[in-house]
């Protein structure tokens, strides 16, 4: 064990048992979690962020010498929200839209860090239950019965968002110690939706899940970004007109320039 996991172990499992997982007093094994910041600030010059997750697993008796090895999932939910998904095809040479369906519930960004591959450390029907890879983390009920391949809507939303870099799943990416501490880095981009995004580690044996913790992560606009957002949807008239203003005097700036430049 290195000397910054003995540091972490001490800290982490020093803290009170209520930072336990809650409502979970029955488990054997419970998560003392920890991170590297709780609030991402969006401001102009925001490229994206990279937040640490790390922990311990806080237990009240002995690990049973026939017990399958720890393994530890971590999962950053972003804001949910209903995505209109259309299909194009091109008739008479033009692209039309001729499908449509609504995701009911899907995440704004959703990132999945795991300490071995991702079917080594979940069963099938524990990712059904707790919901945790990408296209379990998808919802998509009630498409007409019209609509040939309804599912593939779901999975375009998927695709998309992976190509720019919002879903992401990261196998093999936990660092786990002595079955006792964790840790692992979850990069986040820099077209982050504000918001509550929830952050959750499960802890699991032989695919099942025996414990399980979740906290928040506040993303949010500052300073200039949150003015102009907060008076765009608040005053929108003021907004138009300060945004009207703003490009006549850029124009003319602009104008003015060039034409001191071709009198010299």
């Known amino acids: 064990m290195t000397p910054l996991f003995r540091l972490?172990?001490?800290a982490l499992l020093s803290l009170p048992a209520a930072l336990a997982s809650p409502g979970r007093a029955?488990?054997?094994e419970a998560v003392v979690l920890g991170l590297s910041q709780n609030r991402v600030a969006i401001t102009a010059d925001f490229d994206g962020s990279e937040i640490l997750v790390f922990g311990a697993v806080k237990r009240d008796t002995p690990i049973p010498a026939d017990a399958p090895p720890l393994e530890v999932i971590v999962t950053v939910s972003g804001p949910s929200a209903p995505v209109t998904v259309r299909r194009k095809e091109k008739k008479l040479g033009i692209w039309v839209n001729v499908d449509s369906v609504l995701v009911d519930s899907a995440p704004s960004f959703y990132a999945v860090a795991t300490s071995a591959p991702f079917g080594a450390v979940l069963t099938d029907i524990e990712d059904l239950r707790h919901k945790v890879s990408v296209e379990r983390?998808?919802?998509s009920v009630g498409a007409a019965m019209n609509i040939r391949g309804a599912q593939d809507f779901a999975?375009?939303?998927v695709r998309i968002r992976r190509e720019e870099g919002l879903y992401s799943l990261r196998p093999s990416t936990v660092t786990v110690d002595q079955q006792t501490l964790f840790r692992?880095?979850?990069d986040m981009p820099a077209n982050l939706t504000e918001g509550a995004y929830t952050t959750r580690v499960l802890l699991t044996r032989g695919g099942e899940v025996v414990s399980s913790y979740e906290t928040a992560i506040d993303v949010r606009?500052?300073?200039l970004e949150r003015f102009l957002y907060a008076l765009s949807r608040e005053r929108p008239f003021i907004y138009g007109i300060m945004s009207l203003v703003i490009a006549v005097l850029a124009g003319w700036g602009a104008s003015a320039a060039f034409?001191?430049?071709?009198?010299?």
């Open 8 to 10: 972490l172990l001490i």
């Open 26 to 28: 029955n488990e054997r």
């Open 137 to 139: 983390a998808i919802r």
């Open 155 to 157: 999975e375009a939303v």
């Open 184 to 186: 692992t880095a979850i």
């Open 221 to 223: 606009k500052v300073g």
């Open 259 to 264: 034409q001191l430049l071709r009198d010299r």
